[in-house]
């Protein structure tokens, strides 16, 4: 009856590939009403004036509700800093200023789509311009302009990390490597645009249905801004078409509670839809932070690496989103999966008017593993030292410490991930030239990086769940009741393997309740690797609590239980002292790439990926996180350009934005699957979807000096930018 470890169907697959599982863009009420939105359009200005009389009076149109209609407009998941509608009329001091080209200024509900479009354009606003900074290091400055003249800067987080004595190691060291790198903002593209329906249930909650990461957060931050207690918001998750940290933040959640509860205060009982466009959707929520890095590493000439210093500037556009999270994982991670006895770093996450930068798979990881990766890539090239044998000298060990001084929890693998990448790339030996063409030559890069799982730095942490227990003599069927959104990845399934597993039941006896503020308590978030571990955490002991209740004659026997992992700490504020997490993965890759010296075409050819997951729960979902991380991770490393130009995006649509095709795909993908207990995971188990993306983007560029001799330190590694590092086009003045 062994149902963990097992390639089980997904519960959803049948639903998905017939056609008949509702997304929330899919959903249709009786009688309801289309709602369309007005963006600002522009990055810096003050709402001097705001008409809305003649979009009232267009035809179709019921309803136009302004920042005046806020009860409380201010949300954000980490500081309420973002108004809910920009302009004049709210409580709030600054309320009335734009950031950014999607700040939202008013609603129009309308009897279609249609009619809502030509209301919304029928609004006129009187703006007053204000300076526009877009480079998060111009924005440091002590006479920038503020973009939230309540604050002294536009600093709005730093981090320290001092450990050990940084300037004597690096003038011990054999050799001091320095280097500046940018990594690039890039949008999710996620295949469901933001969509939902709002409307007032039978219970007379405000209600939405919408596809999100965390019900019981959206619940708060509506709750909050529409000033109603907590039990008058319901949040519904129907399917949920991809989010990777993009639905963290509000989209359309609280615009869609706060039109139907408006209009039920008129006496209009109707539901409200929306969805928005692919440009809505580009310019309206946040993406992976742009950052600039700097990094001087110390080494001994038998490359140990003995010091560090760090200088990490994040972009976090308009608002502070999850800045302060991604910073965090950034500062933690910009030194690698390395002991270093001498570390410092210095991070900052800094207001622009760009789009806000937010949480997006391995938030901070992919950033700082591409600095600390392609560091330790050049000093083995500069000490001529194999890129795999200067990490065996270095990496992170049982009992090692971090560069926060203190050491891993147990359970550390990364030794052991490094070897079994570095056996499995033995195949690209003698691969290296490309048939024939003499243009086309091919180069072999490693890297290797470790991720959190959960909530770090003390932020609380808990899951919870319950399962009730039917039948008579046996148990005839289980229902789990869990929040915790599926955005793709198959979460409900494993959640229902690990209650089938800790139940001893068959999976075909499980049903799951899911995703609903009325029927399920506070899970936290489908983030940060965590909900695999933290869920079946949670069931198991739900499970067991049943189960006693079970043999002791209760009918149905219900079981409640939250867990708590152990608790993290926040960096110290001198000397960035601190328990960062509770749990890690640890990942290994080598790639192998061709590039066109005529074209400046890069293409992934190949590339293994070792992943310690703790157990494999389901190993073809494993399977597939690993392939759709690495092939997401390759657009953001050689596709993916986001341009923004004065704070205004320019690539606002998927024929300027290109996301990889099938075409892009590389020709292979091995996932290599290793399973070295967690000792505090379920059954094992470590969270893993995050882990494969973050070393790609350095294996690539790794792969690519090997083929070609250049180091390029940003990307994505674009035509035009090849050739440039090629010298076949002049350098951008």
Not at 409 to 420: A, D, N, T, Y
Not at 588 to 599: C, F, I, K, R
Not at 603 to 610: E, K, M, Y
Not at 679 to 697: K, T
Request: charged share 20%.
């Amino acid at each position: 009856m062994t149902t963990v470890g097992k390639s089980v169907n997904r519960l959803d697959a049948l639903g998905k590939v017939t056609g008949s599982t509702l997304y929330p863009g899919d959903i249709n009420l009786p009688h309801q009403a289309y709602m369309k939105i007005l963006f600002a359009n522009r990055p810096h200005a003050v709402i001097r004036a705001l008409d809305t009389r003649q979009a009232e009076m267009a035809p179709g149109v019921i309803a136009v509700f302004t920042a005046r209609d806020v009860p409380v407009n201010e949300y954000g998941l980490i500081m309420p800093d973002q108004p809910v509608l920009c302009g004049p009329g709210s409580s709030k001091p600054y309320a009335d200023r734009v950031r950014f080209i999607g700040d939202q200024v008013a609603l129009v509900v309308a009897e279609t789509e249609e009619a809502a479009a030509r209301g919304r354009d029928l609004i006129r606003v009187e703006y007053e311009d204000l300076p526009v900074i877009s480079d998060p290091r111009l924005a440091m400055q002590p006479d920038a302009a503020l973009l939230h003249p309540e604050r002294e800067n536009n600093v709005f987080c730093h981090y320290r990390i001092r450990k050990g004595d940084v300037e004597s190691a690096l003038k011990r060291a054999d050799i001091v490597l320095e280097g500046e790198y940018h990594t690039p903002g890039q949008e999710h593209a996620f295949l469901q645009p933001e969509a939902g329906l709002g409307y007032i249930d039978e219970g007379g909650r405000v209600t939405v249905q919408v596809a999100g990461q965390w019900t019981h957060e959206d619940q708060e931050q509506i709750a909050h801004a529409l000033n109603l207690p907590l039990e008058q918001v319901r949040v519904i998750y129907p399917a949920i078409g991809g989010a990777f940290g993009g639905r963290e933040d509000m989209s359309v959640q609280i615009v869609l509670a706060l039109a139907a509860w408006r209009l039920h205060q008129r006496g209009v009982n109707r539901p409200v839809k929306i969805i928005w466009s692919r440009e809505e959707s580009i310019i309206g929520h946040h993406k992976r932070h742009p950052y600039f890095i700097r990094a001087r590493w110390g080494a001994t000439g038998e490359g140990k690496v003995i010091a560090a210093e760090m200088e990490l500037i994040a972009d976090g556009g308009a608002y502070a989103y999850t800045s302060t999270k991604v910073l965090g994982n950034a500062t933690l991670m910009c030194t690698g999966p390395y002991e270093i006895e001498h570390v410092s770093v210095d991070s900052y996450a800094v207001y622009t008017n760009n789009i806000p930068g937010g949480a997006f798979r391995g938030f901070g990881g992919p950033q700082g593993t591409f600095a600390a990766e392609t560091q330790m890539n050049r000093l083995a090239e500069a000490l001529g030292i194999d890129p795999v044998e200067i990490r065996r000298r270095n990496v992170l060990r049982e009992g090692s410490l971090l560069s926060v001084g203190t050491p891993l929890p147990k359970g550390v693998s990364m030794p052991e991930v490094v070897e079994k990448a570095a056996q499995a790339m033995g195949r690209f030996h003698g691969v290296r030239q490309a048939s024939g063409a003499p243009h086309l030559r091919r180069g072999v890069g490693f890297a290797c990086s470790f991720k959190n799982v959960g909530f770090s730095f003390g932020a609380p942490e808990h899951c919870w769940a319950r399962v009730e227990l039917h039948g008579k003599a046996e148990i005839e069927r289980a229902i789990v009741y869990h929040a915790g959104a599926d955005v793709g990845q198959g979460a409900h399934t494993v959640m229902a393997q690990m209650a089938a597993e800790s139940l001893g039941v068959p999976l075909a006896r499980i049903e799951m309740v899911v995703s609903d503020t009325a029927r399920t308590d506070n899970s936290g978030s489908a983030s940060a690797s965590r909900l695999t571990f933290m869920s079946g955490n949670s069931i198991r002991g739900a499970c067991q609590e049943a189960l006693q209740k079970w043999q002791a004659e209760e009918r149905p026997a219900i079981g409640y239980y939250k867990y708590r992992p152990p608790a993290t700490t926040p960096f110290d504020p001198q000397t960035g002292k601190s328990e960062p997490n509770f749990a890690y993965g640890y990942v290994a890759q080598a790639a192998l790439v061709e590039v066109d010296t005529e074209t400046g075409h890069v293409r992934l050819v190949d590339l293994i990926s070792a992943d310690d997951v703790g157990k494999a729960i389901n190993p073809l979902q494993v399977q597939g996180q690993i392939e759709g991380a690495v092939v997401q991770a390759a657009g953001y490393a050689i596709l993916e350009n986001f341009v923004e130009r004065d704070s205004v995006v320019l690539t606002r649509h998927l024929s300027t934005y290109l996301i990889p095709t099938v075409l892009d795909v590389p020709e292979r993908v091995e996932p290599i699957i290793l399973e070295y207990p967690d000792p505090i995971g379920p059954f094992g188990a470590r969270g893993m979807a995050e882990m494969p993306f973050l070393p790609v983007a350095a294996v690539v560029i790794a792969a690519v000096h090997d083929a070609t001799g250049v180091w390029f330190h940003e990307f994505p590694l674009t035509p035009e930018r090849v050739l440039r590092g090629l010298g076949k086009l002049p350098a951008v003045k």
